[in-house]
């Protein structure tokens, strides 16, 4: 079983930014690709954005730019940078991995709130 180490959520202003962190619990390479979703209160779980093996990116079309994600193998570590956040980005943001074999792992969700 496949655990995920997340952490950088908080309460941050509406403008303001957080980077969030997913550590699996094996070697990021044996993932085709790993990101984020998010849920709030109420709503479907939504696709936030993922990075490949190869380092290639896709995004939701909300995030407009304003997010990146970046992986540091050394770290064994994803980032997820998130910029000019709104109250609208309010959520629980989960990282998951995608195995080779198309599993997919979840991690526990970590809380963004943004309010002023």
């Known amino acids: 079983q496949v655990q995920f180490v997340e952490s950088g959520g908080g309460l941050v202003q509406p403008g303001g930014s957080l980077r969030l962190s997913c550590a699996p619990s094996?070697?990021?390479?044996?993932?085709?690709?790993m990101g984020w979703y998010r849920q709030a209160p109420g709503s479907k779980r939504e696709f936030v954005g993922s990075?490949?093996?190869?380092?290639?990116?896709v995004f939701g079309d909300f995030v407009k730019g304003r997010f990146t994600i970046s992986r540091d193998n050394a770290k064994n570590t994803v980032y997820l940078q998130l910029n000019d956040l709104q109250p609208e980005d309010t959520a629980v943001y989960y990282c998951?991995?995608?195995?080779?074999?198309?599993?997919?792992?979840w991690g526990q969700g970590t809380q963004v709130t943004v309010s002023a």
């Open positions: 990075i490949t093996s190869i380092n290639s990116n």
């Open positions: 998951y991995g995608r195995s080779i074999d198309s599993t997919v792992h």
């Open positions: 094996e070697t990021i390479s044996n993932f085709a690709a």
